[in-house]
């Protein structure tokens, strides 16, 4: 089935005022009265599942809407008065209720829920699909392992409506692991049908087919949209009051704001900081900006890779990032600064400032004393897909550089490539954004610092400073956590594993008469709460 509200892709990405005029407004006037959103974004999804290889994050946001999971988290009021998932506090989803025994957390199913196609969804289908997360490899493995859910034999099927997860130690990532968008309920009697002897868990199929029982299923999907029509059946939360949602790409965020000023869509996000002060300032829709949780953009050094592997000259690179003229220039001052801070870690709370702030003296000096009196020659590499606040960042960095002796070629790698760059670890000076999805310290380093991270793009390599992290998610005394992770942070900073340089927002603008947004820790859409009027 095809949606009725049509809009071309070739008019999106005119970016002209001819183009925008030729978005048909009878269509838009159809849409609202269907109970329909349209929304958009600058970048789509490759895949309906994140277990995919390669999925990226749009797969996540698919997947949220279509999916149900064990749990969901609970729902707070931000300081900016904005629905907040706090990604440390489990909340009912297709379970209703949980039992922590110590060794074992016990599930209750709904025995109401059905899958899209009606089937039933049972105990198996969960251990199935929990199974399938860890057979998956990559991410999906390496996500699930963060909660201590790395065998089989940890999955039980009780009966058809109990599910049991069994664990050897406390692990304060595990409940919240449960709500994320990895362990997805499938309907594995669904897959196993177009699975075959090559591909077992049906990987290649699932990539453009839903096997889910979400709020929302696909009715139309093309390379840049996906239009969703509401499951009446659904039974995990709250039915959804918006029957259809259009999701379209649209790349340009000078188009994105132009489609919206006129009232043509509903909501877009991923915005740079500039639009965002000046849609806030014009009143004309509504805008909203939210500190993206335990998310921080940091320069980084790879310490493996000569003169970076001398922490004298890491040191002397913190001192001379022109920190304020980020925030100025590139970000507005819309996002939290992260420089400057105390020099010695008196809390646990992350992110928090580094005690670096710019000092070309102080720089200049530290690269003498590590004998490099006369400076040198490197590349800073940065992820195009974010060029409108990261080029200008990266600009100011080089010529800071330059201040120091220390002369920069910048590097701007292609969005479809940046991954497959900063994951093999061989970019000597990049910019690259990390973002815990739980919101904690300890979760946010083992992730962004791990030697088998993928994110551990500058090699940080300190392995009784890992071991005692780890062993902080298993601290049951909160006193305790907090020692250790003060304690890691303390050498994260002396060691310039990285180095902070603010904590973004996540924008999303919308026309006035949509409410319901809430924020998730995946930064993706969220359809099952939004409203038109």
């Known amino acids: 089935m095809r949606s009725r509200v049509k809009i071309r892709r070739r008019d999106f990405l005119k970016g002209t005022t001819a183009g925008l005029a030729s978005l048909a407004a009878p ?6 009265a269907n109970g329909t959103i349209l929304l958009i974004s600058e970048s789509g999804a490759n895949s309906v599942d994140p277990h995919t290889p390669g999925a990226n994050r749009g797969a996540y946001e698919v997947a949220w809407n279509c999916y149900d999971r064990l749990l969901s988290l609970q729902i707070e009021k931000d300081a900016n008065g904005t629905d907040h998932a706090n990604a440390k506090k489990p909340a009912p989803e297709l379970a209703e209720e949980w039992d922590d025994s110590g060794h074992a957390v016990t599930l209750k199913l709904r025995q109401d829920a059905t899958f899209h196609n009606g089937a039933p969804v049972t105990a198996k289908d969960v251990k199935w699909s929990l199974d399938r997360a860890i057979a998956a490899g990559g991410n999906p493995r390496f996500q699930m392992s963060t909660a201590s859910l790395s065998s089989p034999e940890q999955f039980v099927v009780v009966d058809d409506h109990t599910f049991r997860i069994d664990y050897d130690r406390f692990d304060r990532q595990m409940l919240p692991n449960l709500a994320f968008c990895v362990p997805n309920i499938l309907n594995s009697e669904l897959i196993k049908k177009n699975a075959t002897a090559a591909d077992p868990w049906g990987l290649e199929w699932s990539k453009n087919n839903l096997a889910g029982g979400g709020a ?14 509401r499951f009446d059946n659904w039974k995990s939360g709250p039915l959804p009051k918006t029957e259809r949602v259009i999701w379209r790409i649209v790349p340009s965020a000078a188009t994105r704001r132009a489609l919206l000023e006129r009232g043509d869509v509903d909501v877009s996000n991923e915005f740079p900081p500039k639009d965002i002060v000046e849609m806030e300032k014009e009143g004309k829709l509504k805008v909203l900006s939210t500190p993206i949780d335990n998310a921080v953009q940091f320069v980084v050094m790879n310490e493996k890779m000569p003169p970076f592997d001398n922490v004298k000259v890491r040191r002397a690179i913190a001192y001379a990032i022109p920190y304020q003229k980020i925030m100025d ?3 507005f001052n819309k996002a939290r600064p992260l420089f400057g801070g105390p020099a010695q870690i008196t809390d646990a709370t992350w992110p928090q400032p580094s005690p670096y702030d710019t000092n070309l003296a102080k720089a200049k000096a530290l690269l003498a004393e590590a004998g490099f009196a006369n400076g040198f020659e490197t590349t800073f590499s940065f992820d195009a897909s974010a060029a409108g606040i990261i080029e200008p960042m990266s600009v100011l960095i080089q010529e800071s550089m330059g201040q120091i002796g220390v002369k920069v070629t910048l590097d701007k790698i292609a969005g479809a490539n940046w991954r497959s760059s900063f994951t093999n670890k061989s970019l000597p000076f990049h910019t690259n954004l ?4 739980i919101d904690y310290p300890s979760y946010f380093f083992e992730m962004a610092l791990g030697k088998t991270s993928i994110f551990n793009s500058g090699d940080f390599d300190n392995e009784p400073a890992m071991a ?4 902080a998610r298993f601290e049951r005394d909160p006193v ?10 303390t050498i994260v900073f002396d060691d310039v594993a990285n180095v902070p340089v ?7 603008a919308m026309q006035k008469n949509i409410s319901g947004y809430r924020y998730w820790f995946h930064r993706q859409m969220d359809y099952r709460t939004l409203v038109k009027t």
């Open 27 to 32: 269509h838009l006037a159809r849409a609202q």
């Open 216 to 229: 929302y299923q696909i009715v139309d999907r093309t390379p840049d949209s996906i239009t969703y029509a």
């Open 329 to 331: 220039v590139a970000l």
């Open 434 to 437: 990390f973002s815990g999805w």
């Open 468 to 471: 005692m992290l780890h062993e």
């Open 480 to 489: 305790k956590y907090d020692e250790m992770v003060e304690k890691f942070m």
């Open 502 to 508: 603010y904590q973004p927002s996540a924008y999303v």
